[in-house]
Nanobody, 122 residues
């Protein structure tokens, strides 16, 4: 079992930056990812990470967001730059077997954090 705790959310103006963190404890999964859900919308994948191998991004965040991990600290990060109002959402961290994460389908992961709110003002 894994326990995930997100932090780093907040309110920023458009064009600003934020860095989200997801601290993991318990079982070490090789794959983790960030997902988000805006009010009235379906949850969507943002970026996923396979330790020591690679990353994938949603088209909407490519070149603006960077996912990374500190293996020793068991922490996943999401560096977000040039934030837009449409990035406003609750951001969730997920960890699972890679087949459930790398597919970037929010219905697949079984382990989720409680989320951290990101609000981007225009």
């Amino acid at each position: 079992q894994v326990h995930l705790v997100e932090s780093g959310g907040g309110s920023v103006e458009a064009g600003g930056s934020l860095r989200l963190s997801c601290a993991a404890s318990g079982y070490d999964y090789a794959c983790m990812g960030w997902f988000r859900q805006a009010p009235g919308k379906e949850r969507e994948a943002v970026a996923v990470h396979k330790f020591n191998e690679g990353t994938r991004y949603a088209d909407s965040v490519k070149d603006r967001f960077t996912i990374s991990a500190d293996t020793a600290a068991k922490t996943l990060y999401l560096e977000m730059k040039n934030l837009k109002p449409e990035d406003t959402a609750m951001y969730y961290c997920a960890a699972d077997w890679c087949k459930y994460i790398l597919i970037m389908d929010p219905s697949q992961p079984h382990n989720w954090g409680q989320g951290t709110q990101v609000t981007v003002d225009s």
